[in-house]
């Protein structure tokens, strides 16, 4: 029997979401992006849960594009990549306008739109041991979407910086530019998440968590949604350049690509 791409469960009015693609580095594809909006959709409207946590299974919380998926884009239309685009779009804004508190885990690298997956969460636990990092311009490709969020947790310089270089960092880094939260030991993590989800649990109203997050990111946000319809129109375009499809054969085929 196959097992699920997303698991789900809820004790204490915690929802733990799981990715759960191990063999493929927990990789993104189509079916898992839309899973796991769903399943946080879900969890949304699920009465018995007042916090999520988003984690992996494996060592890796997700190391970005898969390498079918980033075949099936080379052969794709601009249409059919505008719509892609827009499933990736709406995992994002799914979990950024979520109605409850989404604590992400992570306890392996986080690349490309897996860093983009972990960073969007409100609260962001990491082991140290966690690489992040945006590869994109490294695949000729560019991190669209996930720049709209970025800019709105660190700097224009330090966006720059990660985004331009598509250089991996640590998560002593991550924490000063201000990605994450927390660097937890792996040995400790899962305990500190669990007690920081049962005190928002416990002592904090679900309408005030709710309208505090709303508050947060429609203030500080004010752009964002055209923001994100440009960015959606850009990445279907870069997707159809002879960067990106040379970037992608030098990556599938393990050759080094000289720009």
């Known amino acids: 029997m196959t097992e699920p791409l997303v698991l789900y469960s809820v004790s204490q009015r915690i929802a733990t979401i799981a990715i759960n693609r ?4 927990n990789a993104l594809n189509p079916d898992l992006v839309d899973l796991l909006t769903e399943t946080f959709l879900k969890a949304s409207e699920d009465d018995e849960v007042k916090v999520i946590v988003l984690k992996a299974v494996g060592g890796t919380f997700s190391a ?8 099936q884009l080379q052969q794709n239309s601009y ?3 505008l719509a ?15 109605p409850k508190v989404v604590i992400a885990q992570v306890e392996g690298h986080a690349i490309a739109g897996g860093c983009g997956l972990a960073t969007i969460c409100d609260i962001i636990f990491s082991v140290p041991e966690a ?19 970025l800019l709105r947790k660190t ?9 331009l270089t598509g250089a991996l960092f640590t998560a002593q880094e991550a924490l000063e530019y201000g990605l994450i939260t927390f660097v937890t030991d792996k040995e400790e993590i899962s305990q500190s998440v669990q007690e920081f989800a049962l005190k928002l649990c416990n002592e904090a109203s679900s309408n005030s968590l709710m309208v505090t997050k709303q508050l947060v990111g429609q203030t500080t ?13 850009i990445n279907a375009r870069v997707r159809d350049s002879e960067d990106f499809k040379r970037g992608v054969a030098s990556f ?8």
């Not at 700097?155 to 985004?163: D, G, M, P």
């Not at 599938?252 to 720009?259: A, H, R, S």
Request: glycine share 4%.
């Open 22 to 25: 191990p063999e493929k580095r």
């Open 64 to 71: 970005g594009a898969d390498l079918a998926y980033l075949l």
């Open 79 to 81: 249409e059919e990549n």
């Open 84 to 98: 892609d685009s827009e499933r990736l779009k709406r995992l994002f804004t799914t979990i950024y306008y979520l």
């Open 131 to 149: 690489s992040y990092g945006y590869t994109e311009v490294k695949l000729g490709f560019v991190p669209a979407i996930v720049s709209c969020f």
């Open 155 to 163: 700097s224009e310089t330090i966006a720059k910086k990660i985004l």
């Open 221 to 233: 946000n004010p752009q964002l949604e055209k923001s994100l319809s440009l960015a959606v129109q």
């Open 252 to 259: 599938i085929n393990k050759e080094k690509i000289t720009w």
